[in-house]
Structure formats: C-alpha cells, structure tokens
Antibody, heavy 122, light 107 residues
Framework: EVQLVESGGGLVQPGRSLTLSCAASGFTFGDYAMHWVRQVPGKGLEWLSG????????DYADSVKGRFTISRDNARNSVYLQMNSLRAEDTAFYHCAKGVSGGIAARPGDSWGQGTLVTVSS | DIQMTQSPSSLSASVGDRVTITCQAS??????LNWFQQKRGKAPELLIYDASNLETGVPSRFSGSGSGTDFTFTISSLQPEDITTYYCQQYDSLPYTFGQGTKLEIK
C-alpha cells in the first residue's frame, strides 16, 4: 500500500524559512515523480512544484518560484520542500502527491499524503 | 497558465439523484484531466483520470467524459458517502491547475 507522510509544518514568522518532508513507502520511490500541492484551510487546491524521478526536471508555480525549492533523496525515499521568505498567504496544508511515472509531465496525483499545516504569522 | 472553470460551486441533491459537475479549460487539454474527491480533513482521492478512466477500486456510479475544453463528472445515483467536495485538475501543461471545487450538500 502506498503511504505518503508529510512532516515539518508548524508556526513560523513571516520572512522565515521552513523545510517540509514527505516520507514514502509501499512503492519504488526512485521510479516516480513527486509533487507538492497546498490547500488554504477551507479553500481550493494549488499545485506548487514537481520533481522528476532523478531530479533532472523541476518546475514551480509562479506564486512560489524563487522562494521554494523542491528536492528528493531516493536513498531515503523522501521528497522535500524548502520554503524561504514565507508570507502570511503561504498559510496552508501542504500535501505531497505521487506521479504515475518518472517524469513530471506524467499524470500526477494517484496517491496523496494527509498534509502538514504551515501557519505563517507573527 | 490554463484556467479551469468548475461549476457549480455548490449543489444540493437527494440520495439517489443523478449529479453532474462540469469543468471547462481555458484552452485545449486533450483528455488530460483528473477528478478528485476530498472529504473533510482528508487528502484528495483520485476517482477519474484521463477524463474518463475510473481509478481502480472506485465505484462504477462515478464516471467522467469530455475532451478538449469541456468535461463532465457524473454520479449516477448519489449515495450518502458521496456528500463532499470534488475537484477537477488538468495535467496537459505545467502548472497543473485545479478547478475551484464543487461542494455537494444534501437537499
């Protein structure tokens, strides 16, 4: 069974940094692209970033480009989201999601983690 | 970016009703469309991919159709456990954008 478990969320002041982790199990992690999607509580879904199986292909939403960095460690079956210069509008649940193959252009989202809440506030 | 216009934003229906949600893309996305169900406090769950393919294990009362810019998601006979929120998502081109969501309520 595919399992994705996010961690690293919490309360952070505006302008500070935070790194989220997503631990994967139940599949051959190194074969698949991974994505981060966020959801403001009570609101809709926003795709943020994707990374290919070998980290060669990365992409970001304009809303986080230049501030957030996605990375992965296939030996640790984990994907990360480093978030810098955080703003109040970054407050959301952050979910990782699995792609159906190795490239980020492939269909995303066949499995999701429950999410970790990031609150940006002074 | 491709804009996904999902409608209605909310819908009241009775158990046993046929329910239809639409999603319109701002440009041709072929059939690169997912439909997700999200229950309160839970992660989204994939129901339909490639616009019309039922994900493994998903009940057959759920279906999807369409290609190009216009898509439809249907629940043939609404069950109590279906009362929640649904989203479409295009994956034709990055960034992968979502519709605004449709919240189903009991009439």
């Amino acid at each position: 069974e595919v399992q994705l478990v996010e961690s690293g969320g919490g309360l952070v002041q505006p302008g500070r940094s935070l790194t989220l982790s997503c631990a994967a199990s139940g599949f051959t992690f190194g074969d698949y692209a991974m994505h981060w999607v966020r959801q403001v509580p009570g609101k809709g879904l926003e795709w943020l970033s994707g990374i290919s199986w070998n980290s060669d292909d990365l992409d970001y939403a304009d809303s986080v480009k230049g501030r957030f960095t996605i990375s992965r460690d296939n030996a640790r079956n984990s994907v990360y989201l480093q978030m810098n210069s955080l703003r109040a509008e970054d407050t959301a649940f952050y979910h990782c999601a699995k792609g159906v193959s190795g490239g980020i252009a492939a269909r995303p989202g066949d499995s999701w983690g429950q999410g970790t809440l990031v609150t940006v506030s002074s | 970016d491709i804009q996904m216009t999902q409608s209605p934003s909310s819908l009241s229906a009775s158990v046993g009703d046929r329910v239809t949600i639409t999603c319109q893309a701002s440009q041709d996305i072929d059939n690169y469309l997912n439909w997700f169900q999200q229950k309160r406090g839970k992660a989204p769950e994939l129901l339909i991919y490639d616009a019309s393919n039922l994900e493994t294990g998903v009940p057959s009362r759920f279906s999807g159709s369409g290609s190009g810019t216009d898509f439809t998601f249907t629940i043939s006979s609404l069950q109590p456990e279906d009362i929640t929120t649904y989203y479409c998502q295009q994956y034709d081109s990055l960034p992968y954008t979502f519709g605004q969501g449709t919240k189903l309520e009991i009439k």
